[in-house]
């Protein structure tokens, strides 16, 4: 099957919708955003993986930002510089009125080559969705080259069409992350992030800075899933702070661990937490290796 793939962002002033209509398009089929930053141009919100299409939405500097000199912030270079780099854009405008923080960012597209789509949002609070009409030929004399598309993020209306003429426009090429389906390898992954992040809250700074954690089991006994995770230290001094006294803290942090493992994948789990001294194995590459840091 052909496939498509491709970087998208969405730009709009503040308030117009964006981060709804983002919310809404990763509601489902969501894949967290691995951690692979050589793989990847951009960093990412979310990557939404469907059939034939994957794609891949980027964060935009400012996007979140709410004040209203946020859109200054918001169209500086460093949103130009992700602009110009995505393989389509989403432009977000109210249904209403088109005003000077829209132009800023009208500016910003047209210096760009790729499709651009505006979603026209808000509609549901159009009483008479005719009175658009004007409007949106404005909006097109404006952005002769972009598709417009009235939605309304909050209430989903719309967005199937929207969502498909972003795909069609996307290159052909392959899949760059794994689909939605979460493997096993991704789990496992998912897993030793998890425990990365209880045993950071639990030592801060304090956190030996080339711990590696290795799944040594990860095994679906039908009614339990059961997990065996070694953490990898430098230094006998680190391997006993991570324990803790009377191995307090490791314990703390197995059940913290644990908690939200279980939440992920919905199952009872039984977490079993090692801390092991592996000394100098950041230069030795087979060690990396067998301790799947290629992997990362
Ligand atoms: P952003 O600043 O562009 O990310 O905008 P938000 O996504 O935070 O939305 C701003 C406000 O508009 C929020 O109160 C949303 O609930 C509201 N909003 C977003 N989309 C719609 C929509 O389609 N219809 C209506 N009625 N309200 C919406």
Known sequence: MKTRCGYVAIVGR????KSTLLNRLLSEKISIT????QTTRHHLLGIKT???AQVLYVDTPGMHEKTHRAINRYMNRAARTVLVDVDAIVMVVDRTEWNSDDEMVATAIDSTRCPVFVAVN???LLKDKASLLPYLQRIQKRL???????VSASKGDNLDALEKLVNESLPEGPFLFPDDQITDRSERFLVSEIVRE?????????????LTIQIERFEDSGKVIHIDATTFVERDGQKAILIGKGGERIKRIGADAR??????LDRQVMLRLWVKVKSGWSDDDRALKSLGYDDV
Do not use: F, H, W
């Open 144 to 150: 002769p080259d972009a598709e417009l598309v009235p």
């Open 14 to 17: 503040p308030n117009v919708g």
């Open 259 to 264: 908690a939200d493992i279980e939440r992920m």
């Open 34 to 37: 691995s951690k692979k930053p």
């Open 198 to 210: 209880k045993m950071m809250r639990q030592l801060g700074d304090e956190l030996p800075y080339s």
């Open 122 to 124: 808000k509609v549901d």
């Open 50 to 52: 469907t059939a034939d």
